[in-house]
Each structure stands twice: as structure tokens, then as C-alpha cells.
């Protein structure tokens, strides 16, 4: 079975533009969790979705947003990038997101902003 | 405010030493405790905790969790040089639906020969 896959692996921007970040979960996984990490800050939650649906949400501002497709794919977007947007962008899969599923991690994309 | 707590933030020892890692948690309304190992990107799933003082055993690493003292440590006995990792720990707050966790910093695990 394909792990979840992460597109682009790498990407360098520039302040104040924006940015699409792709996520493949694994076959079958509805659920679909971003996380940022950065050396200050370690992981952080983003968003999860579910079903098309955003049902959780962490301490981030506006400029980050997500979506979800019917095939389970889920892009993020950052708009108006800045300097501490520079960062591995993680994405998770786990079957439907319930409590005792194991969530598994795809290889993440390096954001680098310039 | 939420938080997890990982100690040492770093950790340097020779193959064949036994490690403990240490994780304190406060989180609103508990629900779990689960532990990663991150070698260079995606963290890997280790174990999740839920109930107190009940040790979960895989090879060499064990894990048990203190939710009377908030706290989760992880063993690795007789260690060796595939064990240098980052180790996070994580917890997943009951009062959020579906998959947020609120990860620790990491324990830098080196492991010379």
C-alpha cells in the first residue's frame, strides 16, 4: 500500500507570495491533518479534514487555508507569505480521524521564504 | 494554555546504553499520549498511551503513562546506532474532534558506536 505522499518535496518563495502545498493520503484514509515544523516551535497543528470538511482547526492565522477533495486529496494554501512561514509542511492520514487511529506522516514539503 | 514538555532536549550515549526520554504534559481533558520517532522526515508512529500505568513493549523501546502526575516516559534499552532520531511525543486533547495533537519540542536522540 502507498504511503502518503507530499508534492512539492521543496519550494522556495518569495515575501508576499503565495503558495499550494499538495497532500496524497493513503488509499481508503478520509481523514487529513496539516502540521507546520519549525526549529522555535517544533509541530504544529494546523487543520484537519474530513469528508470534504474542515473539522478542526489550530492557533494559525487566516492566511493559511485547506481544502479537501472527494478522492481525499487535500491542498493548503498560504497567501502573503512571510519570512517565518519558512518551514516543513507535514501532512497525516488515519482511516476516519477517531480516537486510537494511528495517524501516519507523509515526507513533508521544505518551505523556504526568502 | 495547552502544552507538552520534553526532556532533555538532547541526548548523546554509546551503543549499548539504556535511554529514558521524559514527556510532561498539561492538556485540557486528556485523551491520549502517543510517542514518534522523526530520522529525517516523516515521524514514525511508536505507541499511544491512554490508560495509566500500563506499559506498551516494541523490541527494545517501552513507553508507560502517569496521568495522576501528567507524565510519559519513554525506554530504549541496549541502543543502537538505528535509534539517533528526533523522539516527539504528542497528546491528543478529548475536546478536539478528529486528529489535532499538540506536540512536544523533540528529544535529539545520538547514539555513537
Known amino acids: 500500500k502507498a504511503g502518503v505522499t507530499q508534492t512539492p518535496r521543496y519550494l522556495i518563495k518569495t515575501r508576499g507570495q503565495q503558495v499550494t502545498l499538495s497532500c496524497s493520503p493513503i488509499?481508503?484514509?478520509?481523514?487529513v491533518s496539516w502540521y507546520q515544523q519549525t526549529p522555535g516551535q517544533g509541530l504544529q497543528f494546523l487543520f484537519e479534514?474530513?469528508?470534504?470538511?474542515?473539522?478542526n482547526k489550530g492557533n494559525f492565522p487566516g492566511r493559511f487555508s485547506g481544502r479537501q477533495f472527494s478522492n481525499s486529496r487535500s491542498e493548503m494554501n498560504v497567501s502573503t507569505l512571510e519570512l517565518g512561514d519558512s518551514a516543513l509542511y507535514l501532512c497525516?492520514?488515519?482511516?476516519?480521524?477517531?480516537?486510537?487511529?494511528?495517524?501516519?506522516f507523509g515526507p513533508g514539503t521544505r518551505l523556504l521564504v526568502l | 494554555e495547552d502544552k507538552v514538555v520534553q526532556s532533555p532536549l538532547s541526548l548523546v550515549v554509546h551503543e549499548g546504553d539504556t535511554v529514558t526520554l521524559n514527556c510532561s504534559y498539561e492538556v485540557t481533558n486528556f485523551r491520549s499520549l502517543l510517542w514518534y520517532k522523526q530520522e529525517k522526515k516523516a515521524p514514525t508512529f511508536l505507541f499511544m498511551l491512554?490508560?495509566?500505568?500500563i506499559e506498551k513493549k516494541s523490541g527494545r523501546l517501552s513507553s508507560i503513562l502517569d496521568k495522576k502526575e501528567l507524565f510519559s516516559i519513554l525506554n530504549i534499552t541496549a541502543t543502537q546506532t538505528g535509534d539517533s532520531a528526533v523522539y516527539l511525543c504528542?497528546?491528543?486533547?478529548?475536546?478536539?474532534?478528529?486528529?489535532?495533537?499538540?506536540f512536544g519540542k523533540g528529544t535529539t536522540l545520538s547514539v555513537s558506536s
Open positions: 488509499s481508503g484514509h478520509r481523514s
Open positions: 497525516a492520514s488515519s482511516l476516519r480521524g477517531y480516537f486510537g487511529e494511528t495517524q501516519y
Open positions: 491512554t490508560s495509566s500505568g
Open positions: 504528542a497528546v491528543g486533547p478529548a475536546n478536539q474532534a478528529g486528529t489535532a495533537l499538540i
Open positions: 479534514y474530513f469528508s470534504e470538511t474542515q473539522r
